[in-house]
């Protein structure tokens, strides 16, 4: 048994998580915090009060140099990382906003995963490398205006024609649409759920940007209107039929936001408690009250069990361990507890709490986005609820 002294108590650090992590691990943190200080930082509030990401591809292509697109793929230019490394970064573009790790996730655990894991070598070879590089940026289309919870009733469908293949329908709530080069597309066949690869200068496609949003400002959303798409053959993936394929896609990227939601959390704690320490109300710091104290605890306990809960997800990801439910787990928690550290700093700021000078307002609108995408409580809470009892109640 060891006689030395345990290291000082770290506020940043309360539970000396770092420890878990191998050099290699906080050097890609480091480079994604330092990245995301510099360019996203000074300028997110102006993106967000302007409710637009002027030079997302310039950002696109920074974030390709830095090995942060499709960054847990192997080969084709991608970065080839751990899937706890992956995290890591998704946590710290995240602590700066939601919109930017959505781009990340989008770009890498969407349309590249899927691309990667279901395209055909030629596909792969055309379209990886440049996304990886974040001279192209790809969307995914599965959510329909009258179809997000059950894709199983999507109306959007691909028809044979001679060779070809033609696609008619809509997508909606499409991150990157508007300014992707490739969009993976979700249709019905006669052979079932198919998904096809999709360049969006296809005569036919159209990505109208959404408007008017009061989260993810900071972020490009777009309705995608398929007109008669008219694509070759291969455009189709080979890899999979039903919607296994686009629910495996669906369930990477949910893996990154068990991570991001701690890093909005973490950067609203850390407003608040910076904040506390230097407000004074009657005399002395708001810090050195109990209540105060008590709710400063209480993020500080939501949020570093949450980052050890991605740690151990991320952990057993790159075992081949993890199942769809721990991630529904750590979603349903995550994003939960995220939202009300949030709201909690919110109360320790008070009026200034909602000033865009704090991030606090920003992380708190935007993490209500992200409570539901990628499946809303109610459908975590029943995946989660299918897997204790045996019992389907989707339906």
């Given at each position: 048994m060891s006689s030395s002294a345990p290291p000082p108590f770290d506020p940043a650090d309360p539970l000396g998580l770092d420890d878990l992590l191998e050099p290699e691990d906080l050097a890609v943190r480091d480079t994604v915090r330092s990245w995301a200080a510099d360019r996203v930082l000074p300028h997110v509030a102006e993106w967000y009060e302007r409710g637009e990401l002027p030079g997302i591809r310039e950002l696109a292509?920074?974030?390709?140099?830095?090995?942060?697109?499709g960054m847990s793929l192997q080969g084709y230019g991608c970065a080839g990382a751990s899937a706890v490394q992956y995290g890591l970064a998704c946590l710290e573009l995240e602590a700066a906003d939601s919109g930017i790790r959505s781009l990340v996730s989008v770009q890498g655990s969407l349309a590249m995963y899927a691309i990667?894991?279901?395209?055909?070598?030629?596909?792969?070879?055309?379209?990886?490398?440049?996304?990886?590089?974040?001279e192209a940026i790809g969307c995914?289309?599965?959510?329909?205006?009258?179809?997000?919870?059950?894709?199983?009733?999507?109306?959007?469908?691909?028809?044979?024609?001679?060779?070809d293949w033609v696609l008619t329908g809509r997508k909606m709530w499409i991150t990157n649409g508007s300014v992707a080069s490739v969009a993976v597309v979700?249709?019905?066949?006669?052979?079932?759920?198919?998904?096809?690869?999709?360049?969006?200068?296809?005569?036919?496609?159209?990505?109208?940007?959404?408007?008017h949003k009061w989260s993810l400002r900071a972020s490009v959303t777009s309705e995608l209107v398929l007109d008669g798409v008219r694509l070759p053959a291969d455009a189709v993936l080979p890899g999979v039929t039903g919607l296994r394929g686009p629910l495996s896609c669906l369930n990477h990227a949910r893996y990154g936001i068990v991570w991001?939601?701690?890093?909005?959390?973490?950067?609203?704690?850390e407003t608040a408690l910076a904040y506390a320490r230097t407000r004074e109300q009657f005399g002395r710091p708001i810090g050195g009250f109990q209540l105060t104290q008590a709710k400063l605890a209480d993020m500080a306990l939501e949020l570093h069990k949450g980052v050890l809960l991605a740690h151990h997800l991320g952990r057993r990801?790159?075992?081949?361990?993890?199942?769809?439910?721990?991630?529904?787990?750590?979603?349903?928690?995550?994003?939960?507890?995220?939202?009300?550290?949030?709201?909690?700093?919110?109360?320790?700021?008070?009026?200034?709490?909602?000033?865009?000078?704090?991030?606090?307002?920003?992380?708190?609108?935007?993490?209500?986005?992200?409570?539901t995408y990628e499946g809303t409580v109610e459908m975590h809470q029943l995946v989660l609820g299918k897997a204790l009892t045996g019992i389907d109640a989707f339906r």
């Open positions: 292509r920074e974030l390709g140099s830095i090995g942060a697109l990667h894991r279901y395209g055909s070598e030629e596909q792969k070879r055309q379209w990886l490398p440049r996304m990886a590089s974040g995914f289309g599965l959510t329909e205006p009258d179809h997000g919870s059950d894709p199983a009733g999507m109306r959007t469908h691909a028809k044979r024609d001679g060779g979700w249709a019905r066949t006669d052979e079932g759920v198919r998904g096809f690869v999709v360049p969006t200068d296809a005569p036919g496609f159209s990505a109208p940007e959404i408007r991001g939601a701690m890093g909005a959390a973490r950067s609203c704690f990801m790159d075992a081949g361990r993890l199942r769809a439910e721990q991630v529904s787990f750590g979603k349903l928690n995550n994003v939960r507890e995220a939202i009300e550290i949030c709201r909690t700093a919110r109360t320790i700021l008070g009026a200034n709490g909602i000033s865009l000078e704090y991030p606090v307002m920003r992380h708190a609108t935007n993490l209500e986005s992200v409570l």
